[in-house]
């Protein structure tokens, strides 16, 4: 089931839209993968304790996960190796609200093309029924149900994207707002402590 990939090449797997039944908060997961011979694993398996000091804590914890993984598939000719994954901010490129908007317009354009093409399709098959066996009365009433089926199953996707991905993330926003308010006025109350000290020096040496 692995590639043989170059010792060089990592591979990512994303794990999204997991949703917290509770919050209705989403996560994302994201792991990092080489794929190894089977003998690089079983001498993977043999490092002790020992071998792995002056590892750091993440990569002893991907290196011993490796290990229980290998051992479930030991009679795989290629096997997984986790990799230790660190996500760092790029100043850069720093992210802006303007990407998330254009991710959430990009979703909702998937949404309406596929609402668009079971419109299309519907239209097609009810126009040929009615050709087929010459009930135009039922076959109309048919593909009215089927539209107002599909515009159902729309406005719950809808419901279901505003309900687990944008109130969340409105829900965030709101707060690093109240955060950003909340240091403004610290940092407000700081200058303002700062200059009347720098006056008061600035006056006793004046005095001087």
């Known amino acids: 089931m692995y590639q043989m990939l170059d010792a060089g090449f990592v591979g990512l797997i994303f794990s999204v839209f997991n949703t917290n039944n509770t919050t209705k908060e989403q996560t994302i997961q994201v792991t990092a993968f080489q794929s190894i011979p089977g003998i690089a ?8 304790s020992a071998d792995l000091e002056g590892l750091d804590t993440q990569m002893q914890a ?41 991710v959430q317009r990009l979703l909702l354009e998937e949404e309406e093309q596929v609402h668009q093409q079971h419109l299309a399709s519907g239209n097609k098959s009810s126009s040929t029924s009615s050709n087929q066996q010459g009930l135009g009365g039922a076959s109309d009433l048919h593909a009215a149900l089927k539209q107002l089926l599909h515009a159902a199953e729309q406005q719950q996707a809808l419901l279901q994207h505003a309900e687990c991905v944008l109130a969340p993330a409105l829900a965030a926003m709101q707060q690093l707002s109240l955060q950003s308010d909340l240091q403004e006025q610290q940092l407000k109350a700081d200058n303002a402590r700062l200059q009347a000290l720098l006056e008061e020096r600035q006056r006793a040496a004046d005095a001087g």
Do not use: F, H, I
Not at 41 to 48: E, N, R, T, V, Y
Not at 68 to 79: L, R, T, Y
């Open 62 to 102: 991907a290196l011993r996960a490796s290990a229980a993984g290998m051992q479930e598939a030991a009679s795989s000719s290629w096997q997984r190796k986790e990799v230790p994954l660190r996500v760092c901010k790029d100043n850069a490129n720093p992210s802006t609200l303007a990407d998330y908007v254009e």
């Open 41 to 48: 694993a079983d001498a993977l398996q043999g490092c002790s």
